[in-house]
């Protein structure tokens, strides 16, 4: 038996993906469906086959899911990144089937058996499934990419995407020469500390003098500092980065569930007693539009 | 047009989640429970719908503990119109998976006829990001999740979803499911007054095996522990110390 997993429309979560999947025992089909690139997966180190199926380029759900429910027969999991695109499509698919979903799994124990995150981090819960299919999202920031090393045959894919009443309309995606926030080896967030969305150009500044991406606190995006992509939280983007620089941000339990497994976390508050400090690798306190100016030019 | 709107008891998002000493979950014994918040700007989003003269009637509907009583009043006082309470549990360490909580409401919005579903995109809880994906496959209706502006002509909805790279825009017909997210809108707090109103206004209370669910769970919740702990950081006084550390010490410049 063999587990499908939806590829998406991000190389790179994809590529999380398949090693989480990996885990499962079984042979990995990737199904590329209007998003993402049949060649490119096919390179994924662990992936047996890639399926193919003129599915949907806006990744909308009610084709997908169809088409997920038709090939699930075959497969013993059905998984997929955790990413918005995964998290709408899979659920729908696990309804389709009458499954429960296991959403935002970060470990994989037995093939049946997942560890996954509850109340904003606070407490880690370990599920085991009984449903005969098993569909499980996996949340990217836990796993490491698989390398692009491989090369498997690609076919079509026995059924194809059906099923209507919901019509894509339009995309408005922020296009940046930055790296991808869950993808990128540094992240420099901005929160309501920075003030304003010009003041934004200052966390953006010292972003591309790291080459990192760009993040921001649920605060920062409500008050419209930065777009709703960056946000970074329970509610936006889980990221891992090497190195998280934190500037006005207080630190709330929603703002950590989505950064506190980065590897190094740097917090530039002017309030000493912000609790982002006490998760912090290195804190400095002061004046963000101070110490960031500096900070960028003694990075030489 | 009639508005369903389930809505989730869940732990108050001020309060720190604590997991029992035994493993066996999360400490809710006395701790402040609340509306989920994505739950509060779903009933926030059909009032709104219905003052502008869009919507005829709202029902909300919670599916849990006797006490999801008071989230539902909490909805009636904010604007719903009835209450509808499926008593699924009978502790707070219960928790109803997304998969029976879909099917109960399924089973409640086959008698009600609703035109549209507005609910959380997530509860805060379990974070599962499921429940109106579940519902809208076996209703067959379309489904647009993570909503932040939501705007209703003729026969469909237009929603504009926040993803993974931006905004997008899709229209479903109607009926469908709507989920929220954090900027559809700001909820309000329930004056006094409504809050005494809320009291008066009709909440039917049924089981799930009055609507012949069976909520017994698919995934068996192994343990539950507490997320490895951050070892203490350390304070630095200046730029050029934080420049070194990342340096030398972290070696991740
Ligand atoms: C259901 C729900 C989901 C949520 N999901 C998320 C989520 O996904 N992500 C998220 O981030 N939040 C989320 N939140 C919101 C969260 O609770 C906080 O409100 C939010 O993270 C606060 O953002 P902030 O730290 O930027 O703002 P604040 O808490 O206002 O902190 C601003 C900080 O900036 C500092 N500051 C001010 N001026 C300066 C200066 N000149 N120099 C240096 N420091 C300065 C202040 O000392 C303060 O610590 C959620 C909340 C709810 C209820
Ligand atoms: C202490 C504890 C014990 C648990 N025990 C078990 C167990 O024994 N067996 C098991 O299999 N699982 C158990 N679980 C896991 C749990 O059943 C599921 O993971 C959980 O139900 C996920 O749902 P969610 O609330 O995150 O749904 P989401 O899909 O995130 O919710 C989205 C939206 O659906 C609506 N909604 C969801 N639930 C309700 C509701 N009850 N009433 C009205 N509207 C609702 C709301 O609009 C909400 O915003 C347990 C969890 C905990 C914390």
Redesign the pocket.
Known sequence: MAVLLLADAQLDATAKAVTAAQKLGGEVHVLVAGQGEAAEAAKLQGVAKVLTAPGDAHGLAEPLAALLAALAPGYTHIVAAATSNGKNILARAAGLLDVMIVSDAIGVVDAETFERP?YAGAAI?T?KSSDKIKIVTFRTAAFDPAPATGSAPSEAASAAASGGGSEWISDETVKSERPELTAAKIVVSGGRGVGSKENFAIIESLADKLGAAVGASRAAVDSGYAPNDQQVGQTGKVVAPQLYVALGISGAIQHLAGMKDSKVIVAINKDEEAPIFQIADYGLVGDLFDIAPKLEKALG | MKILT???RVIDYNVKARVKADGS??D?ANVKMSM?P??EI?VEEAVRLKEAGKATEIIA????VDK?QETLRTALAMGADRAILVQAAASV??????LA?AKILKAIIEAEKPDLII?????I????????QMLAAMLGWPQATFASKLELEDGAAKVTREVDGGLQTIKVALPAVV?TDLRLNEPRYASLPNIMKAKKKPLDVKTAADLGVDVA?????VK?SEPPARKAGIKVGSVEELVAKLKTEAKVL
């Open positions: 509850i819960q599920v | 389930p809505v989730k979950g999360v809710l989920n994505f739950d779903a509907v919670s599916i849990g999801a360490d219960e928790d109803v998976e997304p909580v609910m959380g995109k997530q509860a809880d379990n974070d599962s990001n499921a429940t109106g989920t769970p698919r995934l068996t919740v539950v």
